[in-house]
């Protein structure tokens, strides 16, 4: 079955310490990952995608996340964290058998805390 | 800043009731997808429109929710007869139709039902 797997429910950092959010994935063919940041009382925001190409992927507000197809993960970083970072992350691929659309298999999430 | 709109923001109604959540998508977008989150189940895709045309509403009940596109700029997702278990956070979200784009959310629709 295709799936993400966020491992951590909660990842606590201090400000201006470097940041990793972790995300495995298991599914069929090349994957399609994505990782979105949920702020309180608000909708999903896009943070950045990995489709083809450089391993390493920039995205908003200064994350990056590197692909790595032998571990299989998809990991979010920031080298240094702000307290405005603290949210919900995402991690999510694209179901390879959705018959052609952006059909997305979400993780369950991780909350970042980042401490003054 | 082309945002996608949803409304209303929050509804408490009463089991049974019907409830009628909107949204806007982004112009010129031709993708809509509705989601429920859950603390229990997490994010889950309830249906997706291609072009105003439902084509994946696999993960709707179909006995009490409907999903609808009268137009491009406006799609509804109905609850009828509502139920406490419907006590979500529904979000709609659009795109450009493509094997990899990116889905923008709208701020999303808080339902209890009593």
């Known amino acids: 079955a295709q799936s993400v797997a966020q491992p951590e429910d909660q990842v606590n950092v201090a400000e201006g310490n470097p940041l990793t959010v972790k995300c495995t994935y298991s599914?069929?063919?090349?994957?399609?990952l994505f990782w979105y940041v949920q702020y309180p009382n608000r909708g999903l925001q896009f943070l950045l995608k990995?489709?083809?190409?450089?391993?390493l992927v920039k995205g908003s507000y200064g994350f990056e996340a590197e692909f790595n197809k032998s571990q299989t993960s998809f990991h979010l970083k920031k080298p240094s964290a702000l307290v405005s970072d603290s949210a919900l992350y995402f991690c999510?691929?694209?179901?390879?058998?959705?018959?052609?659309?952006?059909?997305?298999?979400f993780g369950a999430g991780t909350r970042l805390a980042v401490h003054p | 800043d082309a945002r996608v709109t949803q409304t209303p923001r929050h509804k408490v109604t009463e089991m049974g009731q019907e409830v009628t959540m909107r949204c806007q998508p982004i112009?010129?977008?031709?993708?809509v997808f509705w989601y429920r989150q859950t603390m229990m189940q997490g994010l889950e895709l309830l249906a997706y429109?291609?072009?105003?045309?439902?084509?994946?509403d696999s993960g709707m009940p179909k006995d009490r929710f409907s999903a609808e596109m009268p137009d491009a700029t406006l799609a509804t997702l109905k609850i009828q007869p509502s139920e406490p278990r419907d006590s979500a956070v529904y979000f709609c979200?659009?795109?450009?139709?493509?094997?990899?784009?990116?889905?923008?959310f709208g701020p999303g629709t808080r339902l209890t039902v009593l």
């Open positions: 599914v069929s063919g090349n994957p399609y």
């Open positions: 999510a691929v694209r179901d390879p058998f959705s018959g052609g659309y952006n059909k997305l298999i």
């Open positions: 990995y489709i083809t190409g450089d391993n």
């Open positions: 112009l010129g977008h031709n993708t």
């Open positions: 429109f291609r072009n105003r045309a439902p084509l994946d």
């Open positions: 979200a659009s795109g450009i139709d493509s094997s990899t784009d990116t889905q923008y």
